[in-house]
């Protein structure tokens, strides 16, 4: 009969280590269970002599760390929909009742090549060899943040790792949906937007200078709007001074890269981020919607994690440091240190204004009833509906500004145009 080497946790947690004999890995799994641990790994005892018992086992293992000792890509970011898919996966999987390494290696060997295959490996080698996956998972942030892993280490603190990957697949799907409707709302304002300035743009680089000619030729006075746009238009074409080397239309074209680049070396120093999420939060509209985008993020990761049996200090550190805005981090910092101090949550999180006050009334109200984390994820459904809404105000708002913005440029350019052609119409009458 085969015998199993298994990893497990007893009741209390802690990891147990042993061998068992069974039929099956299916039977080993039974038997561990009946022992009352909750297993983590089973896999069938390899021959000393290197027999063909186990040898498909010991392949696999083998093209496991012949893949892993190849070139690696893990320094490269691993998208959240692979993850959110990986962890669906996971979570399905260990529902099913099936060994966790057995797992992971079924989840990795149908994963494309990429930074996530690799990492999956070395997660396999790691839980292999006798580490937990939380810790496993922990050395790759890229791929399994602080969050991830912490959620994974309760669920197999308390034996529930299932319902907590479980748990953790719904919560990183919402968050998705939440990103992608964002998205998709402002494709269509962005790409107005670009279109829009590509054409103004193409006027004054290819048809002002054909007009400018036409006036020259018939030596007509132009007024000041033709003057500025002729201006302008040389400015664009690169002919506006002598010594212009680099053309307008280069920089118009270059300037939203070069902006969204320095916003984005400005946002990796901590006073710039800072600095950046303030000014974010007062722009009328925009810092609604940010404002109501951050609630639902930190209040579905808080209720998340204390649903997973994260103590309440680790899990607002938790949620602080992956709340992304600088705003609610030093909101979240005022209720750690007020919790450990021994008073209440709602508190700091009030004289702070940066919730209204329905969002500080269920938390106090989820503070006095016991069920926070209930309150907190109720927050975040209210609020992912409240985005919703935002969204499409902004959209309301944005299409009528852009009519008129672009009806304002077209017009100006039209008027500076025909009114000399008014005057040359004059002057040709007044010849005749």
């Not at 099913?96 to 396999?124: D, F, M």
């Not at 946002?267 to 940010?290: E, F, H, S």
């Not at 109501?292 to 998340?304: D, Y």
């Not at 240190?337 to 106090?364: H, Q, W, Y």
């Amino acid at each position: 009969m085969p015998t199993y080497v298994y990893e497990a946790l007893n009741a209390s947690g802690k990891p147990q280590k042993g061998t068992i004999e069974a039929e099956s890995s299916n039977a080993a799994i039974e038997q561990i269970k009946s022992q009352g641990f909750f297993p983590t790994s089973v896999r069938e005892q390899k021959e000393k002599s290197g027999g063909r018992r186990g040898g498909k086992k010991g392949d696999a293992t083998a093209n496991m760390k012949k893949k892993s000792s190849g070139f690696s890509l893990n320094f490269l970011p691993v998208g959240l929909k692979k993850i959110t898919m990986f962890t669906r996966q996971l979570s399905t999987l260990q529902d099913a009742g099936l060994p966790l390494l057995r797992s992971i290696q079924i989840l990795e060997a149908q994963q494309k090549p990429g930074p996530l295959k690799n990492i999956l490996t070395q997660v396999a080698e790691d839980v292999e060899s006798g580490t937990t996956l939380s810790d496993a998972m922990a050395k790759h942030p890229k791929a399994f943040d602080r969050l991830y892993s912490k959620m994974v280490n309760a669920g197999e603190i308390g034996g529930v790792l299932d319902v907590i990957l479980q748990r953790l697949a719904e919560f990183l799907e919402k968050g998705q949906r939440l990103r992608r409707r964002i998205k998709g709302a402002m494709i269509y304002p962005i790409a107005v937007i670009i279109i829009a300035v590509l054409i103004v743009t193409g006027i004054m680089y290819f048809v002002i200078p054909k007009f400018q000619e036409i006036f020259n030729d018939f030596d007509v006075d132009l007024p000041g709007l033709t003057l500025w746009l002729v201006d302008a238009s040389k400015w664009v074409a690169g002919s506006a001074r002598p010594d212009q080397t680099v053309p307008g239309a280069v920089w118009i074209l270059v300037s939203p890269i070069v902006i969204f680049l320095f916003y984005k070396l400005i946002r990796k120093t901590k006073p710039g981020k800072a600095a950046t999420d303030v000014v974010i939060m007062k722009i009328p509209v925009i810092g609604g919607l940010v404002r109501k985008t951050s609630v639902a993020r930190f209040s579905r990761t808080l209720g998340t994690l204390i649903t997973a049996g994260v103590p309440i200090l680790e899990a607002i550190m938790i949620t602080r440091d992956t709340s992304g805005n600088y705003v609610f981090e030093k909101a979240l910092t005022r209720v750690h240190d007020s919790i450990r101090e021994g008073e209440t949550f709602a508190g700091p999180l009030r004289e702070a204004k940066v919730c209204d006050s329905i969002v500080v009334n269920m938390i106090d109200v989820g503070e006095e009833t016991g069920d926070l984390d209930v309150m907190l994820m109720k927050i975040a459904d209210n609020y992912d509906e409240e985005v919703d809404v935002a969204v499409q105000g902004l959209l309301s708002l944005l299409e009528p500004a852009m009519v008129v913005i672009l009806g304002g440029i077209v017009g100006t350019i039209v008027l500076a145009l025909f009114l000399p052609l008014v005057k040359m119409i004059e002057s040709v009458s007044q010849a005749n």
